[in-house]
């Protein structure tokens, strides 16, 4: 037979712009043409023209229905206020969940950008990079971001292509103005600096790096020194070792470098300077720049000139025949904060973790999704409560486009409201997670984020969309007779409900989980035993041997236990070095300590015995292990074996004369490695430790400090409690307990709500089911059962999968955060299992009671 | 006058001289003849939903035919405004012309 049907496609989407009224003669003229183009040439040809006729005119129609939509949108419009206004709990409750949802997506959001903008602020932020280099060590590359002096120089004069090029030399002293004395960070930068990087110079001259006696300060510097007095020509009198003292004037202030920003600059001053000051000559190749940075031109290729920077790695080594240079390397500047990690010789902040930055956004896009679900179950649930009103518009003539836009309309204008509802809560939300940690300094700029703006309203369209689009395309099927005649069933759960319901429950629960192990990891990390005590130890920074005898004879108090000197710091200060054992190569930390240490920080003696101070074969040739070492090297009675050194200007041969419980030197982030105490000299002191009674912390610290400043009246005192250094761990740790903890309680509660809503509908769908049941003699157990049997089975289903997906989630985000956790038992499975049915019980028992107290004959008379 | 459209227009005219048998496929053939190109059904419905808005032009539907797959025509016809409408087009057209057929010719 012939075919002499339009294509059914074409068909579908004309119909989908034509009014309704007008589409069926409209159809019919469509299809008039085409079977005399059929009949006249052939039916492919007809049909192309089909398809070109209604592909062409879609703008037409699309001009028409703006034509002719205003007054229905209006009606639209004031059908959807009048429905959101009958049901007001349920429209509520849905902005609420949807509107915490997005608020915390926007959180998410923020989090995120700022974590990719660190640097971004500067100008030639894409031309900026930094010369790094790499070395090959037991075959792993190690990267350094040294570069020797002298290079800038000529590699400004030989490599074309490079605009500007300035090195970066860190040092470190007291500075003096008037009665404020503070420790200050010294950056030596050469006058390009400020060509490269725009820190503009908001007070003084703008040539200010050029002058040998000036220094260039932040704003939080000059606060700090001269309050609200004007810094500029002030002098400034600076000491990098307590000894010598050089006067400079302030000549110029720029802005505290945002948080953003990968250089932190504090007292800025001429890399001329550098070699009285730091007292080392820049221009021998065996001195390292800690950072150097260059603007190519644009036009520049940055491979070209990481080549030609090869050409220095000669002399370099030949300079340095214990520190080689395998490759000179270009880092864009945008990169260094996802790097920080990675390079030695830390001339950078670092960037945020990346557990920072993935699992907020992880976490607020799932919130995000599942209060759409949400929504999407509700609207859906919702849609059958309104059988009957759709029923009455088909009757009276209302079509399908109708019914779809009725639907679409009310759903956008609730989603809009939660975007309304969400920024405001956003406004408070964004600070007080920015609060929770150190490094951030989180702004919301809807204007200049269109990203996120695109991105919610795309949600929400998409939300819309879905929630109302499903029940008006399946309802609008339906026959008006038979929905009157109650035979059409609609609504309470259906095949798509039950799918997200699962899914909602199932996220729900795995977030809770995962809020109850991170509480106890939480626990377990406050309390974790360190290997020596950290509770009642005050540290003071010192310079050698002098002061750690000055120290000792002046603090002569009962309520001092001990003091003790060492080169290294349990927890910040130590050399990961090369050793030889049995003629294999292994990495260890040497903790350089002196007398006292080992016992004032009360460090767990395994085997054998600790330094004795009267030994001088002690100082330099024994040493103290750890348990991981003795683990890896694989000995059974390491103490009186020998390990050598090989990685100092000289290498040394250590006897072992004690073994240690493992201690945790570098927190809880990573895991311990071999480690190792050896006993230091006298003149390198450079923390004194002060134990004293837990009691007494406050009168001791106060006393601590008068006696320093007796004593060290031009140094600034900067004591600090051994714990603190450890308690940044435990703060991020609670920091994302924080967060997981409210998160999960959002969850829940939107949960709960949705649950509520889905409840209390499916018990108004039933209540003449119900009230018959009743009326034959049900008891409300009997009802209970009915009602929630089958929200049992999926809350059955969902606690199966969330189960499973928390334990890999969980396991996954533990191993990527700390080296060290708490293990994962049944406990929080349990909990978070009771909880959920607990809390799922309560939201349709407090539907069914309500059944209870109905009497079943107002019901059935309703009709 | 509420003035019209050159498609306005030139529906309008088709509709007068297709004297009662005026609806979409023949409003189509006539003014792709008379302006000497294939017009859209698109191009056409919108300005005719204008012009039966004006009250120029009034719409009845035919009884259903078995040619177009049982579906019924939507028939037009001018009204009387819509004649009147045309005459004063066509006098405007006239006005406008005026003395310029000669130079045309040249």
């Known amino acids: 037979m012939k075919k002499t049907n339009p294509p059914k496609i074409a068909e579908y989407v004309l119909f989908f712009f034509l009014r309704y009224e007008d589409s069926e003669h409209r159809l019919g003229d469509y299809k008039e043409s085409f079977e005399y183009i059929s009949a006249e040439s052939n039916y492919w040809k007809a049909a192309r023209w089909y398809w070109l006729q209604v592909l062409l005119s879609i703008p037409h129609y699309i001009l028409n229905i703006f034509y002719w939509g205003g007054s229905m949108l209006a009606n639209y419009i004031k059908i959807a206020l009048r429905n959101l206004y009958n049901t007001k709990l349920y429209a509520i409750l849905n902005i609420l969940g949807l509107g915490i949802a997005i608020a915390l997506g926007i959180v998410g959001y923020v989090n ?46 030989k490599v074309p292509g490079i605009k500007n090029i300035s090195r970066m030399s860190i040092g470190r002293g007291s500075v003096k103005y008037g009665d404020n004395v503070f420790n200050e960070l010294f950056q030596f930068v050469d006058k390009d600096f400020f060509e490269i990087f725009t820190f503009p110079i908001i007070k003084g001259k703008k040539d200010a790096i050029e002058q040998k006696d000036g220094v260039i300060i932040t704003e939080e510097i000059a606060e700090k020194y001269f309050g609200d007095e004007n810094p500029i020509g002030k002098q400034l009198l600076l000491s990098p070792d307590g000894e010598s003292n050089y006067l400079f004037t302030v000549q110029g202030i720029i802005n505290t470098p945002p ?101 907020p956004s992880l976490m607020s896009l799932f919130v995000l999704l599942l209060a759409c679900f949400n929504f999407i179950n509700t609207a859906i649930a919702f849609a059958s409560k309104r059988l009957k009103e759709i029923g009455i518009r088909k009757v009276l003539g209302g079509v399908r486009s109708q019914l779809v836009w009725q639907f679409l309309t009310e759903n956008i204008i609730l989603c809009f409201l939660a975007l309304v509802l969400g920024i405001l809560l956003a406004q408070v ?107 009642q130890i005050l540290v003071l920074p010192i310079r050698g041997e002098n002061d750690f005898d000055l120290l000792k004879s002046t603090l002569n108090n009962p309520d001092v236990i001990s003091i003790a000197g060492s080169y290294s710091l349990v927890g910040s200060r130590w050399n990961n070095e090369d050793i030889e054992i049995d003629n294999q190569k292994m990495r260890m930390a040497f903790f350089d300590i002196g007398e006292n240490y080992f016992e004032t920080l009360d460090f767990n003696l395994l085997d054998g015995r600790s330094f004795n101070t009267e030994l001088q074969t002690d100082i330099k040739n024994t040493i103290i292990v750890n348990e991981t070492f003795v683990k890896e090297a694989g000995w059974k009675s390491p103490v009186g074996k020998y390990i050598r050194r090989v990685n100092s200007e000289e290498s040394v041969e250590y006897q072992i004369i004690g073994v240690t419980k493992d201690y945790h030197y570098n927190s809880v982030w990573r895991k311990i490695q071999p480690a190792a105490f050896t006993f230091g000299n006298k003149e390198n002191y450079r923390y004194a430790s002060i134990k004293f009674e837990v009691e007494k912390t406050k009168e001791m610290s106060e006393y601590v400090q008068n006696e320093w400043k007796k004593i060290f009246p031009n140094i600034p005192y900067n004591g600090f409690y051994q714990s603190i250094i450890l308690e940044e761990a435990a703060r991020i740790t609670n920091s994302i307990k924080l967060v997981f903890i409210y998160i999960s309680i959002m969850v829940m509660i939107t949960t709960c709500l949705g649950l509520f809503a889905l409840v209390s509908l499916n018990i108004a769908r039933r209540s003449k089911e119900i009230s018959i049941r009743k009326i034959l003699g049900a008891s409300l157990a009997n009802i209970s059962s009915l009602i929630s049997k089958e929200f049992v089975i999926i809350l059955l289903i969902s606690s199966i999968l969330a189960m499973v997906m928390a334990y890999f989630l969980v396991d996954l985000l533990f191993s990527s955060i700390w080296a060290y956790y708490v293990d994962i038992n049944v406990v929080p499975f349990v909990i978070a299992a009771l909880l959920m049915i607990v809390l799922a019980l309560l939201s349709v028992s407090s539907q069914l009671l309500s059944v209870g107290k109905t009497n079943p004959v107002d019901k059935l008379r309703a009709e | 006058m509420k003035l019209l459209s050159r498609s306005e227009e030139i529906i309008l005219i088709a509709i007068w001289k297709l004297k009662g048998n005026a609806y979409g496929v023949t409003i189509r053939e006539v003014v792709s003849q008379l302006t000497g190109h294939d017009w859209l059904f698109g191009a056409i419905y919108v300005p005719l939903d204008k012009l039966t808005r004006k009250e120029y032009v009034r719409k009845f539907m035919s009884k259903p035919t078995s040619s177009r797959g049982g579906r019924s025509k939507c028939m037009y016809e001018l009204t009387t405004e819509g004649k009147n409408a045309l005459k004063e087009m066509k006098e405007i057209q006239a006005n406008l012309w005026e003395g310029i057929s000669d130079i045309a010719l040249d």
């Open chain 1, 429 to 535: 939300f964004v600070p007080a997670y920015d609060s929770l940690w150190p490094y951030t300094d989180f702004s919301i700029n809807y204007f200049e984020n269109l990203g996120l703006v695109g991105f919610l309203i795309g949600l929400l369209l998409f939300t819309a969309i879905v929630a109302g689009g499903y029940p008006a395309f399946y309802i609008s099927k339906f026959n008006a007779v038979n929905i009157f005649a109650g035979k059409q069933k609609f609504g309470g759960t259906n095949p798509l409900i039950r799918v997200l319901l699962v899914f909602q429950f199932a996220i729900s629960m795995t977030s809770l989980i995962g809020g109850i192990i991170l509480y106890q990891n939480s626990e377990y990390i406050n309390k974790l035993d360190h290997g020596f005590n950290k509770d």
């Open chain 1, 259 to 359: 948080k953003n920003s990968s250089i932190n600059l504090d007292v800025i001053i001429s890399m001329e300077r550098v070699k009285e000051i730091r007292n080392f000559d820049p221009e021998t190749w065996d001195r390292w720049s800690r950072a150097t940075f260059i603007k190519v031109d644009p036009k520049a290729s940055a491979k070209d000139i990481e080549q030609r920077l090869q050409e220095f790695k000669q002399i370099t080594n030949e300079a340095n025949p214990d520190f080689l240079v395998e490759r000179f390397y270009l880092l864009p500047l945008r990169q260094i904060s996802f790097e920080t990690s990675n390079l030695n010789g830390d001339p950078f902040t670092s960037g945020m973790h990346p557990a920072a930055i993935i699992s």
């Open chain 1, 112 to 157: 995120y950008e700022f974590s990719q903008s660190y640097d971004s602020f500067h100008e030639n932020n894409e031309h900026i990079y930094s010369i790094n280099h790499f070395k090959i060590r037991n075959n792993r590359q190690v990267n350094w971001s040294y570069v020797p002096m002298p290079m800038a120089e000529q590699v400004k004069n």
